[in-house]
């Protein structure tokens, strides 16, 4: 199997789940051809030098990658397509980099060569979703054509922070989510979902689809919590001087229940929150080299 992420950015953060993600995986090292990091931030995988190839990517590919729409997002399908074509005849697994593997390895590989493709999980029938992107997307997208297959009420949104495809077929399955990208794209459909529903299309219809949410954690939605216990683990193994062998043998011993994956909250209440802070900015800051000032009466 062949692990593929895409990590972009000078957030920290994101590189850090990357390098957590990755080490989850690394327990099952025999059961992986290639573990392939496209980035612009190369530097933050060197700890990682013997286990992963990193792929930098400039401007000029990560715009031809765009398309003629300069639809960021089709990266993912086209990082997808260049792996693919890497190594033609091993499974791919693609995963965000707030991601980790806590269930079976043995179980997602022998889904993907048996010929079904996973996603994180399903989200439901586009046509029965109840946001106003997903409303407005299947209002522009009921009935049409997107490379040749005709869209309908079963065609399922699937979360695409997981997207692992068969090596059979899999040049026909990627290509048949690039044309829907590009078709969707071309009528002018509401973009945000775009990728993530090209690829759910192409795989159902390619293989079949199953969830991988048994097996992976992605925790969208409970990143800050998430962030904090991923950076003290890697923060005590830089102190702790370990080794990625050593590191492994660790996230080993992680509490994967330690915090919720899944943790949504109202908007009425980071609303109220945000209120709170501006009406109740701190009484004081004072930075080094600043003049000090008076104590509080």
Same mark, same amino acid.
């Given at each position: ?6 990590? +972009? ?15 989850? +995986? ?11 990091v496209v980035t612009d931030a190369p530097n933050f995988y060197r700890h990682l030098d013997e286990f992963v190839t990193v792929l930098p990517v400039d401007e000029a590919t990560l715009q031809e990658w765009k398309g003629?729409?300069? +639809? ?160 003290? +683990? ?48 701190p009484k004081q800051v004072v930075y080094v080299g600043d003049a000090e000032l008076p104590a509080d009466e």
């Amino acid at each position: 199997m062949n692990l593929l992420y895409l990590v +972009f950015g000078a957030n920290i953060k994101n590189h850090f789940q990357a390098n957590f993600s990755i080490l989850t +995986f690394l327990k099952h090292r025999a059961g992986l051809t290639s573990i392939t990091v496209v980035t612009d931030a190369p530097n933050f995988y060197r700890h990682l030098d013997e286990f992963v190839t990193v792929l930098p990517v400039d401007e000029a590919t990560l715009q031809e990658w765009k398309g003629e729409f300069n +639809f960021f997002w089709r990266i993912k399908i086209k990082a997808l397509e260049h792996v693919a074509r890497q190594f033609p005849n091993t499974p791919i697994l693609y995963l965000d980099s707030d991601t980790f593997l806590h269930g079976s390895f043995e179980a997602l590989h022998e889904t993907l060569r048996r010929g079904t493709a996973l996603m994180h999980e399903p989200e439901g029938q586009l046509s029965q979703l109840g946001s106003k992107t997903e409303k407005l997307m299947w209002n522009q997208t009921q009935g049409h054509t997107y490379g040749g297959v005709r869209l309908t009420e079963r065609h399922t949104m699937w979360n695409a922070g997981v997207v692992g495809i068969p090596a059979l077929r899999a040049p026909d399955a990627i290509a048949l989510a690039l044309t829907i990208c590009d078709e969707l794209s071309r009528q002018q459909v509401t973009p945000r979902l775009i990728e993530q529903f090209a690829l759910s299309v192409a795989l159902a219809e390619t293989f079949g689809l199953q969830a991988a949410r048994p097996h992976i954690g992605h925790y969208w939605s409970n990143k800050d919590e998430w962030n904090e216990h991923i950076a003290a +683990f890697l923060l005590e193994s830089h102190l702790s001087g370990r080794t990625v062998p050593q590191e492994v043998e660790a996230v080993g011993a992680f509490d994967f229940r330690v915090v919720p994956v899944v943790r949504k909250l109202k908007n009425t209440r980071h609303r109220l929150e945000n209120l709170v802070r501006r009406l109740f900015p701190p009484k004081q800051v004072v930075y080094v080299g600043d003049a000090e000032l008076p104590a509080d009466e």
